[in-house]
Protein backbone atom coordinates (compact mmCIF):
# COMPACT_ATOMS: atom_id res chain seq x y z
CA UNK A 1 0.00 0.00 0.00
CA UNK A 2 3.02 2.62 0.86
CA UNK A 3 4.71 1.64 -2.43
CA UNK A 4 1.25 2.72 -4.63
CA UNK A 5 0.76 5.82 -2.30
CA UNK A 6 4.58 6.85 -3.07
CA UNK A 7 3.92 6.33 -6.55
CA UNK A 8 0.99 7.89 -7.07
CA UNK A 9 2.88 11.10 -5.21
CA UNK A 10 5.10 10.93 -7.58
CA UNK A 11 3.00 11.18 -10.54
CA UNK A 12 1.22 13.83 -9.25
CA UNK A 13 4.30 15.93 -8.88
CA UNK A 14 5.18 15.24 -11.96
CA UNK A 15 2.02 16.29 -13.51
CA UNK A 16 1.65 19.06 -11.41
CA UNK A 17 5.31 20.40 -12.47
CA UNK A 18 4.65 19.53 -15.96
CA UNK A 19 1.48 21.71 -16.27
CA UNK A 20 3.55 25.04 -14.61
CA UNK A 21 5.09 25.68 -18.07
CA UNK A 22 2.32 27.35 -20.00
CA UNK A 23 1.08 30.51 -21.42
CA UNK A 24 -1.40 32.27 -18.48
CA UNK A 25 -2.75 35.27 -19.52
CA UNK A 26 -2.32 38.41 -22.16
CA UNK A 27 -2.82 41.73 -22.73
CA UNK A 28 -3.70 43.01 -25.93
CA UNK A 29 -3.39 46.37 -27.10
CA UNK A 30 -5.63 47.08 -30.36
CA UNK A 31 -5.71 50.64 -32.65
CA UNK A 32 -8.91 51.73 -33.97
CA UNK A 33 -11.64 50.65 -31.34
CA UNK A 34 -13.74 53.88 -30.33
CA UNK A 35 -16.80 52.86 -29.38
CA UNK A 36 -18.42 50.34 -26.38
CA UNK A 37 -20.48 48.29 -29.25
CA UNK A 38 -16.69 47.55 -31.23
CA UNK A 39 -15.32 46.83 -27.97
CA UNK A 40 -18.70 44.30 -27.21
CA UNK A 41 -17.86 42.79 -30.37
CA UNK A 42 -14.11 42.29 -30.34
CA UNK A 43 -14.91 40.71 -26.85
CA UNK A 44 -17.44 38.21 -28.21
CA UNK A 45 -14.98 37.37 -30.87
CA UNK A 46 -12.29 36.13 -28.39
CA UNK A 47 -14.19 34.80 -25.72
CA UNK A 48 -14.96 32.39 -28.28
CA UNK A 49 -11.81 31.19 -28.67
CA UNK A 50 -11.52 27.55 -27.39
CA UNK A 51 -8.13 28.46 -25.59
CA UNK A 52 -9.72 31.89 -23.92
CA UNK A 53 -10.86 31.38 -20.70
CA UNK A 54 -11.82 35.38 -20.04
CA UNK A 55 -12.00 38.62 -21.55
CA UNK A 56 -12.42 42.18 -19.68
CA UNK A 57 -12.05 44.89 -21.80
CA UNK A 58 -10.80 48.50 -20.92
CA UNK A 59 -12.24 50.96 -23.13
CA UNK A 60 -9.67 53.81 -21.94
CA UNK A 61 -6.22 52.14 -22.84
CA UNK A 62 -7.71 49.80 -25.85
CA UNK A 63 -6.70 46.77 -23.80
CA UNK A 64 -7.96 43.65 -23.39
CA UNK A 65 -6.86 41.18 -20.74
CA UNK A 66 -7.20 37.71 -21.84
CA UNK A 67 -7.27 34.74 -19.57
CA UNK A 68 -5.76 31.64 -20.95
CA UNK A 69 -7.68 27.89 -19.88
CA UNK A 70 -5.77 25.76 -17.77
CA UNK A 71 -3.63 23.27 -20.59
CA UNK A 72 -4.70 24.36 -24.06
CA UNK A 73 -2.19 25.47 -26.53
CA UNK A 74 -2.67 29.15 -27.55
CA UNK A 75 -2.63 30.40 -30.87
CA UNK A 76 -1.48 34.00 -31.17
CA UNK A 77 -1.79 34.01 -34.63
CA UNK A 78 -5.70 32.99 -34.11
CA UNK A 79 -6.10 36.12 -31.77
CA UNK A 80 -4.67 38.14 -34.10
CA UNK A 81 -6.61 37.29 -36.81
CA UNK A 82 -9.85 37.69 -34.48
CA UNK A 83 -8.93 41.25 -34.49
CA UNK A 84 -8.19 42.10 -37.96
CA UNK A 85 -11.79 40.30 -38.54
CA UNK A 86 -13.38 43.00 -36.41
CA UNK A 87 -11.51 45.76 -38.38
CA UNK A 88 -8.90 46.91 -35.98
CA UNK A 89 -5.22 46.13 -35.37
CA UNK A 90 -2.53 45.13 -32.69
CA UNK A 91 -0.52 47.12 -31.12
CA UNK A 92 1.08 45.19 -28.50
CA UNK A 93 0.42 41.61 -27.50
CA UNK A 94 2.38 41.19 -24.28
CA UNK A 95 1.84 37.39 -22.70
CA UNK A 96 2.43 36.09 -19.65
CA UNK A 97 4.59 32.68 -19.82
CA UNK A 98 5.47 29.93 -16.81
CA UNK A 99 9.32 29.49 -17.27
CA UNK A 100 9.39 27.02 -14.44
CA UNK A 101 10.53 23.65 -15.80
CA UNK A 102 10.94 25.04 -19.32
CA UNK A 103 14.03 24.15 -20.98
CA UNK A 104 15.26 27.62 -23.39
CA UNK A 105 18.74 27.07 -25.23
CA UNK A 106 19.95 28.98 -27.81
CA UNK A 107 17.43 31.62 -26.43
CA UNK A 108 14.69 29.41 -27.72
CA UNK A 109 12.19 27.36 -26.00
CA UNK A 110 9.45 24.81 -27.40
CA UNK A 111 6.04 25.03 -25.96
CA UNK A 112 2.69 23.27 -27.15
CA UNK A 113 4.20 22.83 -30.76
CA UNK A 114 5.96 25.94 -31.19
CA UNK A 115 8.77 27.39 -30.84
CA UNK A 116 9.42 30.56 -29.28
CA UNK A 117 13.09 33.11 -30.07
CA UNK A 118 13.80 34.89 -27.41
CA UNK A 119 15.05 38.21 -29.02
CA UNK A 120 16.77 39.64 -26.09
CA UNK A 121 17.45 37.89 -23.64
CA UNK A 122 20.51 38.07 -21.48
CA UNK A 123 20.32 35.03 -19.70
CA UNK A 124 17.06 32.29 -19.68
CA UNK A 125 14.10 33.20 -17.84
CA UNK A 126 12.87 31.53 -15.07
CA UNK A 127 9.47 31.61 -13.10
CA UNK A 128 6.33 34.09 -14.66
CA UNK A 129 7.79 36.71 -17.13
CA UNK A 130 5.81 38.56 -19.60
CA UNK A 131 7.04 38.58 -23.23
CA UNK A 132 6.45 40.57 -26.22
CA UNK A 133 5.31 38.82 -29.39
CA UNK A 134 7.18 41.14 -31.95
CA UNK A 135 5.87 39.19 -35.32
CA UNK A 136 4.25 40.89 -38.17
CA UNK A 137 0.77 41.45 -37.67
CA UNK A 138 1.41 41.12 -33.84
CA UNK A 139 3.35 43.87 -32.95
CA UNK A 140 3.39 47.40 -35.15
CA UNK A 141 5.92 47.68 -37.86
CA UNK A 142 8.89 50.08 -36.12
CA UNK A 143 8.69 46.56 -33.49
CA UNK A 144 8.51 43.63 -35.57
CA UNK A 145 11.49 45.89 -38.10
CA UNK A 146 13.77 46.13 -35.13
CA UNK A 147 13.89 43.23 -33.70
CA UNK A 148 13.13 41.00 -37.04
CA UNK A 149 16.14 43.07 -38.48
CA UNK A 150 18.63 40.97 -36.34
CA UNK A 151 17.24 37.38 -37.55
CA UNK A 152 19.94 36.29 -39.69
CA UNK A 153 18.39 32.86 -40.64
CA UNK A 154 16.10 30.97 -40.27
CA UNK A 155 17.01 27.43 -37.78
CA UNK A 156 15.18 24.65 -39.40
CA UNK A 157 15.28 22.99 -36.23
CA UNK A 158 12.54 25.22 -35.11
CA UNK A 159 9.05 23.02 -34.37
CA UNK A 160 5.57 24.11 -35.31
CA UNK A 161 5.08 28.14 -35.49
CA UNK A 162 8.04 30.02 -35.17
CA UNK A 163 7.52 33.06 -32.90
CA UNK A 164 9.61 35.99 -32.25
CA UNK A 165 9.38 37.32 -28.48
CA UNK A 166 10.66 40.36 -26.18
CA UNK A 167 11.21 40.44 -22.78
Not at 66 to 83: A, H, M, P, R, S
Not at 141 to 157: D, H, I, M, P, W
Amino acid sequence: MTKAITTFTILVLLTVGAAHAQFIKAELQINGINCALCATATTKQLKALPFVSDVKADLIRNTYLITFKDGEQVDFDLLGKKVKDQGFFVSVLKATFNFTNVKVADNRFSYAGDTFQLMNASKAPEGIIDVVIVDRGLAPKSVSKKYLGQVAEVNSTATGRLYHVAI
